[in-house]
């Protein structure tokens, strides 16, 4: 979906942006493209073989380590957050290759906890 402001009556946009196309849902539309949206960083998709914490808390327990093999749905670790104990599962089977974080480890959103390979 494309969403155009408009200030009395006169659209926002940079006189520098270039005329361009975009491709939404099989449909091309011309526009204008500006340097930001040219030079951002292209979208990866996440690596699931890196777990990492979706939210702040603390590590209560680890039920793996380095070396050990894993398959999907096996909990790894539990992480309290906003006083609930949430239970990180596998995603993949693997083996563990590193573990980031150590028990009673305070955490933020983002953090590494463990990768696998």
């Known amino acids: 979906m494309i969403i155009s402001f408009e200030i009395n009556n006169a659209a926002i946009m940079n ?3 270039k005329p361009g196309y975009l491709n939404i849902d099989s449909s091309l539309y011309q526009t204008r493209i500006s340097a930001k949206f040219e030079n951002r960083k292209p979208y990866l998709p996440a ?5 990492l914490s979706f939210i702040p808390g603390t590590v209560l327990d680890i039920f793996v380590t380095v070396g050990q093999e894993v398959k999907k749905g096996q909990d790894l670790m539990i992480l309290d957050a906003m006083k609930m104990q949430n239970r990180l ?9 590193s573990i980031a974080v150590n028990k ?6 983002g953090t ?5 390979e």
């Open 15 to 17: 006189k520098q942006d």
């Open 47 to 51: 690596d699931p073989k890196i777990i």
């Open 89 to 97: 599962k596998c995603v993949m089977d693997g083996k563990v290759k």
């Open 104 to 109: 009673g480890a305070k955490i933020s959103k």
């Open 112 to 116: 590494v906890l463990l990768e696998l």
